[in-house]
Nanobody, 119 residues
Framework: QVQLVESGGGLVQAGGSLRLSCAAS????????MAWFRQAPGKEREFVAR????????YYADSVKGRFTISRDNAMNTVYLQMNSLKPEDTAVYYC????????????WGQGTQVTVSS
């Protein structure tokens, strides 16, 4: 089992940058595929980006491709989301999630961190 704690959210102007962090507990972090999701007010939760157990295996939603970068530091049990060129439509609560290797579901979720982008 793994516990996830996000940090790094805040208020930023359009065009600005933020870096989210997700710290994971446990000794088996490197066996999990990790992802970021977000949920805007009144909308369903949507996928943002994912990363495999190695950093060369990443995938992004079209809406963030070229602006966001997901990365991980297995020694620090942490996954990051670097967000550049932020837009007001990026405003949402961002969640970190972990999917055990060999499974199809993200079984573990953090509590979320708020990102607000002002125009």
């Amino acid at each position: 089992q793994v516990q996830l704690v996000e940090s790094g959210g805040g208020l930023v102007q359009a065009g600005g940058s933020l870096r989210l962090s997700c710290a994971a507990s446990g000794r088996t972090f490197n066996t999990y595929n990790m992802a970021w999701f977000r949920q805007a007010p009144g909308k369903e939760r949507e996928f943002v980006a994912r990363i495999g157990r190695s950093e060369d295996n990443t995938y992004y939603a079209d809406s963030v491709k070229g602006r966001f970068t997901i990365s991980r530091d297995n020694a620090m049990n942490t996954v990051y989301l670097q967000m550049n060129s932020l837009k007001p439509e990026d405003t949402a609560v961002y969640y970190c999630a972990a999917r055990p290797w060999g499974t199809s579901e993200y079984a573990y979720w953090g509590q979320g961190t708020q990102v607000t982008v002002s125009s």
